[in-house]
């Protein structure tokens, strides 16, 4: 479907540019290649490698065998969760999707005061501080939150929001949603308008013009989105943990890998899997986009038209939007009254409300915050040089193996954020500067860490935007002498800028907030990011106050940056537009 | 090769700077699962006691604690290890991660309660004791008619069902203590009877130590098992919940311990002195933290409904508790609760259910049929897959070490275990289900 109404007009090359030269790879791109390949094999696959070979032995031997796999098939424990976490996933996928395409396509589609604020606010859910945004959360929510509360004193019913599987499904979609918000968005933004003219001009409007061609035309952005939602999700541990929701794989994972004094191969044989189940959700999402070109040759006309909405639509658009962002955004509601609140428990708000948590972290937080701003901005430029490289040896080179680059860097979201610091701390703290420190005492293996972990979601945004990038273009520019750093540095990066921005702000976001890995790398004190200042607070009941103080700071903090990148794009695409 | 490049360097590295790494600084390095409230007065009182000394405390879970200092003991940075789980420090120990150090302080006992305040071989040292109870949220408990808790039996009442929490033992170092103390006091088959008894009523089972205040804190749940200070630091943060030590309640220590090549060992050994020295003693006290103190003179200094287990007998000292038979089965205890009751926990509250539903019946009319039924279904919930003398045994405890010696995988056990436990709870639902139509 998708190709009937596109390969009109954009495949219209294909057959004489068989000869082009995106057919072979310049020495230049092997260099790359070989760079990137070893960047993650030094960072990613050794480390990981010291510390998950174990799953393949066999125990008092120590010899290769794989019959710990076969324990985890006759396992029950093991395949129950293993079917939950499929169902969890795909669920997830689908009531994200249903979160995210409202705000995608109003924001872009329409006219729409504030349309700028609610994409950052949309994006919010993602920077969920860890322990206090559940503690939140579970407040409002929970059996005993605040609406179900409400809900037993007016009608005698309670709902469960928070339990079980569901519960799991509701929470994550929630967190999740904005991957397929911002890569959707991005990837309106980047349509070709004259596709939806020419479709108008035949007749075509209203939901059928959006189903038939401005949905397929931004598939590549909601691919993106959903299998990272779905790999996330199938890769998440927090979040059942939180619900207590043990018979998932993750948190099956992370429970054997973390008990002390166990030495259980099944916690690396679960984490084998779930790096294989990563591996075969992306090579799915990108087998369906196979055989599909989406790329269109337009560029920079700022995308769909906006069209201006009648009174009654209007009306019906902010009520969807603001619904939609009161759902998703509660828990951070939540968290904003916890951090002023005396106590909170048992009662629908919290007793009374007072500054003195934000008193007591202020002193502290300036170094988390500076910390932290160093470590995820320092990662998120990692990760989108390193995505836009891997997304234009994979989409523009045939070099053998280069899928490899694009599933080794995306099996890093499976890897529980424990295995990688460890393997960290296994591989590199043997190594030491001169005087005398180990390697892995330095902050910058902290920044390593995260962006190794975040690299995935950087990598996404990438190739979806250059997925909507006609090779011909480049073509044309190398036709006309341009050379390929030349047309790169010239015409792909320009046209990619959207998503290499989405992608930056996505994993920047993400870092500030991680916690796994940080905890096992972090040496001091003066080191510490934002999350580990939250983790040593939410450790005492005296500390739920101080601990919600400092995630509004995060939260605020990353939303700001968000909201500049926001700025950044809109601006830039109007002098674009401008400049037509 | 990549390794082996990484390998040399790391030599090269070792042998070029080994002398400057252990020179003498004025930082002593502690790792710990304290919580700020915990080491923030602790760091205040040393650096004056010491000046020039500074402590440098870096936060970590008692898990990534121990693999930290597990990873790092080739060019090993820090002095300390400084946490509650004994557990922890049997692996420390057991790896030859600590160094024996025997803290010059006077007038601690042997023991707390009924277990041994420091480690026999001296490898680590109780600074602190706490002691297990039940804790519970006033509003919760008003709001559904709970009444007030005061013995571990009182929980496996019908009328608590789906209010309690507590920590995996597997998890939870102190929490595993309490659950072995249970089993040690009242026998290996009497004792699972009442821990599954009392887990059949389980809302939750957290996954941190931690995770059981928080919730109760929260009102999400309305009773949990936890550590004392959970309960004081609680109140004393305004939460509205109540704490009880039952008639009988373990006392289980908090421990430190110097790591084996302290950079700084003077340092280490300085800090380890004064946690138990009178002035460390007294700063336990304080509100934020309150946990009891390990030198029985420091009580007169507490105020005065201050518990304090070596006066009053119901702390612990009522307890048998042996190490040895402990130590032997550490890890089976963990896995049999973790494989019939926290990953079975469904199963076992709808057979506890049943059970409770067919006892209120029986009991306004009464049915001999049905309650032998009754008695049939709890001797099937409180059945173990293996016996006390088979928890213990060499063939079972080596399939959790992941030892050199060849035998059953903890996959393989596991699996028995959680199908025995299954299926026992599904005849035994069944069953008080039948109970129940007899008795109507």
């Known amino acids: 479907m998708a190709d009937a109404t596109i390969a009109g007009r954009t495949r219209a090359p294909s057959a004489p540019s068989g000869y082009f030269k995106r057919l072979s790879a310049s020495p230049g791109q092997i260099a790359l290649a070989f760079g990137i390949a070893l ?15 174990v799953a393949f032995t066999e125990k008092g031997t120590g010899e290769f065998t794989l019959v710990n796999f076969l324990d985890f098939a006759r396992t029950d424990l093991f395949i129950r969760s293993f079917w939950n976490s499929v169902y969890v996933s795909a669920m997830s996928v689908v009531v994200a999707s249903v979160l995210a395409l409202p705000l995608a396509y109003i924001t872009t589609r329409f006219e729409f005061r504030g349309a700028m604020l609610i994409q950052t606010l949309g994006f919010l859910p993602l920077i969920m501080p860890p322990f206090v945004g559940a503690v ?51 990837a309106l933004r980047n349509i070709d308008r004259a596709m939806e003219e020419a479709a108008q001009n035949l007749g075509s409007s209203g939901f059928r013009l959006f189903r038939r061609i401005v949905f397929p035309l931004a598939m590549p952005g909601y691919i993106a989105g959903a299998s990272l939602v779905f790999v996330k999700v199938f890769d998440d541990l927090a979040t059942p943990l939180l619900l207590n929701v043990k018979d998932m794989l993750a948190p099956q994972a992370y429970l054997r890998v973390t008990s002390i004094g166990i030495a259980d191969p099944m916690g690396y044989v679960i984490s084998v899997v779930l790096i294989c189940m990563s591996i075969l959700a992306m090579w799915v999402s990108a087998r369906a986009m196979r055989g599909k070109d989406y790329a269109t040759v337009q560029r920079g006309g700022g995308g769909l038209a906006k069209r201006r909405m009648r009174p009654w639509e209007s009306a019906i658009a902010y009520g969807v939007v603001l619904l939609i962002l009161f759902l998703v955004l509660a828990p951070h509601i939540g968290l904003l009254l916890l951090s002023f609140a005396t106590v909170w428990s048992f009662s629908p708000l919290p007793d009374a409300f007072t500054l003195a948590h934000y008193g007591r972290v202020f002193g502290e937080s300036f170094v988390y915050v500076k910390n932290t701003m160093i470590y995820a901005s320092i990662a998120g430029l990692i990760d989108v040089v390193l995505g836009t490289a891997i997304a234009y040896l994979v989409l523009r080179t045939k070099l053998i193996g280069r899928e490899w680059l694009d599933w080794a860097a995306t099996a890093a979201l499976a890897i529980p954020g424990v295995v990688l610091g460890i393997g960290y701390l296994r591989t590199f703290y043997g190594v030491q500067l001169p005087d005398g420190t180990p390697l892995a005492a330095l902050w910058i293996m902290i920044v390593l860490a995260l962006a190794i972990r975040r690299l995935p979601y950087a990598l996404r945004a990438c190739y979806a935007a250059l997925q909507q990038i006609s090779v011909s273009l480049e073509e044309a520019a190398e036709n006309l002498g341009a050379t390929k750093l030349r047309t790169i540095r010239r015409i792909v990066l320009p046209l990619m800028g959207g998503g290499i921005l989405a992608g930056f702000v996505t994993s920047f976001a993400t870092a500030a907030v991680e916690l796994s890995a940080t905890l096992m790398l972090v040496q001091s004190n003066a080191d510490a990011p934002l999350a580990y200042g939250l983790y040593v607070f939410m450790q005492s009941a005296a500390g739920r106050g101080p601990g919600a103080a400092l995630g509004v700071i995060a939260v605020l903090l990353v939303a700001l940056c968000t909201f500049a990148s926001h700025v950044i794009i809109e601006k830039s695409q109007k002098a674009k537009a401008a400049g037509r | 090769m990549l390794r082996h490049s990484v390998a040399a360097a790391a030599l090269i590295g070792t042998a070029l700077f080994s002398g400057v790494a252990f020179a003498q600084s004025g930082k002593v390095t502690v790792v710990t699962s304290f919580s700020k409230d915990v080491t923030d007065p602790f760091k205040q009182a040393f650096e004056k006691a010491h000046p020039g000394v500074t402590l440098d405390v870096q936060n970590r879970n008692t898990n990534a604690g121990v693999k930290f200092v597990e990873e790092t003991k080739a060019n090993n940075q820090v002095d300390v290890f400084w946490a509650s789980a004994p557990d922890a420090f049997e692996v420390l120990k057991g790896k030859g991660l600590l160094q024996k150090y025997a803290p010059k302080a006077e007038g601690i006992p042997d023991k707390i309660g009924s277990y041994p305040i420091n480690d026999p071989e001296n490898f680590y040292s109780g600074f602190a004791a ?36 507590m920590a995996a033992p597997s998890r939870s170092g102190t929490t595993h203590l309490t659950i072995e103390t249970i089993l040690q006091g009242e026998g290996w088959d009497k004792g699972w009877r009442t821990l599954k008894e009392v887990s059949g009523n389980f809302r939750q089972i957290t996954e941190r130590s931690f995770g059981v205040p928080e919730a109760v804190n929260s009102g999400q749940v309305g009773l949990g098992i936890v550590i004392d200070f959970f309960a004081f630091s609680s109140q004393a943060s305004g939460f509205p919940v109540k704490f009880v030590y039952p008639t009988i309640t373990t006392i289980v220590p908090a421990n430190v311990g110097v790591i084996a090549n302290a950079p700084n060992k003077a340092g280490a050994e300085a800090f380890v002195d004064y946690l138990v020295s009178p002035a460390g003693q007294e700063v336990l006290l304080e509100p934020s933290i309150r946990r009891l103190p390990v030198n029985p003179a420091v009580y007169a200094k507490a105020p005065a409904d201050y518990p304090n287990p070596f006066k009053d007998p119901s702390l612990g000292a009522r307890v048998k508790f042996d190490v040895d038979v402990s130590e032997k089965r550490t890890n089976a205890v963990d896995v049999l609760y ?25 009991a306004k009319k009464d049915n001999a049929d049905a309650k032998a039924l009754i008695k049939e279904a709890r001797d099937l919930v409180a059945a173990m897959p293996v ?19 060849k035998g059953a995988r903890q996959a393989e056990l596991e699996q028995k275990w959680a199908a025995f436990a299954k299926e026992r709870y599904q005849q035994a639902q069944a069953k008080a289900e039948q109970a129940l139509k007899l008795a109507r």
Do not use: C
């Open chain 1, 39 to 53: 960047f993650l094999l030094l960072f990613l696959v050794v480390p990981v490698g010291t510390v998950i070979y």
């Open chain 1, 136 to 186: 939140a959360m579970l407040l409002l929510f929970g059996r005993n939150g605040t609406v179900n509360l409400l809900l037993d004193d007016w009608l005698g019913l309670k709902i469960p929001f928070m339990e079980g599987l569901n519960g799991v499904i509701f929470v994550q979609a929630v967190h999740y949603f904005p991957f397929i918000l911002i890569n959707l968005s991005a």
């Open chain 2, 130 to 165: 706490s002691g297990y109870g039940i804790m519970w949220n006033d509003r919760y408990a008003k709001a559904n008619k709970l009444p007030e808790p005061k013995d571990w039996q009182d929980l496996a009442k019908p009328v608590y069902f789906d209010h309690v929490a």
């Open chain 2, 338 to 362: 973790d494989q019939t009751v926290t990953f079975q926990l469904e199963a076992l509250k709808a057979a506890t259910k049943a059970i409770h539903d067919a006892e209120a019946a029986v």
């Open chain 2, 387 to 405: 016996t006390e003398q088979e928890a213990s045994s060499p063939e079972i405890a080596g399939a959790f070490t992941g030892g050199k010696e």
